[in-house]
């Protein structure tokens, strides 16, 4: 991962935390700027599909990111 790769998977997660702890989301994101590509890793399976509606919004919207992929716990698949 890039230092610009970084940076902006940092301001992403900066303006998702406040919806997170609110619906007690845990998660990580990783950008890639190549495929220019947002992957959002929830750790936590309650309101995770609420959080994954708001965050895809947030992130095609304010980002103009292509493409939002979600991971999501082993023991929820």
Do not use: C, W
Request: glycine share 2%; aromatic share 10%; hydrophobic share 40%.
């Amino acid at each position: 991962m890039t230092i610009v790769e970084e940076l902006r998977a940092n301001k992403i997660a900066e303006s998702l935390t406040p919806k997170a702890e609110e619906l007690g989301i845990k998660f990580k994101i990783k950008y890639d700027m190549y495929n220019d590509e947002a992957l959002v890793r929830i750790k936590s399976h309650k309101n995770d599909q609420d959080f994954a509606v708001y965050s895809a919004d947030v992130i095609q919207d304010e980002f103009e990111i292509q493409t939002v992929r979600f991971t999501y716990p082993k023991h929820r698949l």
